[in-house]
């Protein structure tokens, strides 16, 4: 249970949001609200029902918010059960709290996976019209060239509609590098095919802000409040598609 309304300033530090100096600056620069209204210095709120956004982010602030990175590796399922009996991601992430996957990777797909109870930021992670950021590895069949890029950005068209990459190169002469928007269900894996490169594997190097190359597959981390921070703040919708093109 939550201990009751505290000051603004020492809630949002301990958010890992600023220090508590930096954050009175910010609400004297008007650039904090809660439940839509601007904050005012040595304001007292509830981190348990305030609903506080900074530069129009929200906050998460429950103490009970848990967030998770996972580098999934293969055979492993995204969902919280399997009739199958497969083994699956929330068996490898603490039992307590109750946590679920951010979006899905398939059971033959590697990489990063966030895990967390905040059902907010999960919606905005995911929710295309968002379009939080997703970048892949496909090592895939045969040698693509230019031509092949220059079709995966300009759309190819599959069974539920044209599907483009935001950023596609070639890192390696068969391995695909390609950065999408959507979350439709094995997307990466349906261009390249359609293209004629079938993926033989595929790995996802990272979440919008978020990427980790020394963290093993099969082992999770628990996120900084800094790289929550970066997620939230990913998760704003913009009215350019293309926002992330690195």
């Not at 509830?46 to 918010?65: C, K, Q, W």
């Not at 059971?107 to 929710?127: I, M, P």
Request: charged share 30%.
């Amino acid at each position: 249970m939550g201990s009751g309304p505290e000051r603004i300033q020492k809630v949002l530090a301990r958010a890992g949001v600023a220090s508590r100096r930096a954050v009175e600056e910010m609400v004297a620069q008007g650039r904090i609200t809660v439940n839509g209204e601007v904050a005012r210095l040595g304001q007292r709120i509830d981190p348990e029902h305030d609903a506080v956004a900074v530069d129009g982010v929200s906050v998460g602030l429950r103490a009970d918010l848990v967030y998770y990175l996972l580098n999934k590796p293969p055979g492993v399922v995204s969902t919280a059960d399997d009739p199958q009996g497969r083994p699956t991601v929330v068996e490898m992430v603490p039992a307590e709290p109750r946590v679920f996957s951010v979006g899905r990777l398939d059971a033959d797909t590697e990489g990063l996976l966030v895990l967390t109870n905040d059902g907010e930021l999960a919606h905005r992670l995911t929710h295309p019209s968002f379009g939080v950021p997703k970048e892949y590895l496909a090592q895939v069949e045969g040698r693509p060239g230019r031509g092949i890029l220059r079709r995966l950005r300009e759309g190819v068209e599959l069974d539920d509609g044209l599907a483009r990459a935001v950023a596609v190169s070639l890192p390696e002469p068969s391995v695909v590098r390609m950065v999408v928007h959507e979350g439709r269900n094995r997307l990466v894996r349906r261009m390249c095919e359609a293209v004629g490169h079938p993926v033989l594997r595929l790995v996802r190097t990272r979440i919008g802000p978020l990427a980790d190359r020394k963290l093993p597959p099969g082992q999770w981390r628990e996120l900084s409040p800094g790289e929550v921070r970066e997620l939230e703040r990913s998760a704003i919708k913009e009215s350019a598609p293309n926002r992330f093109t690195q």
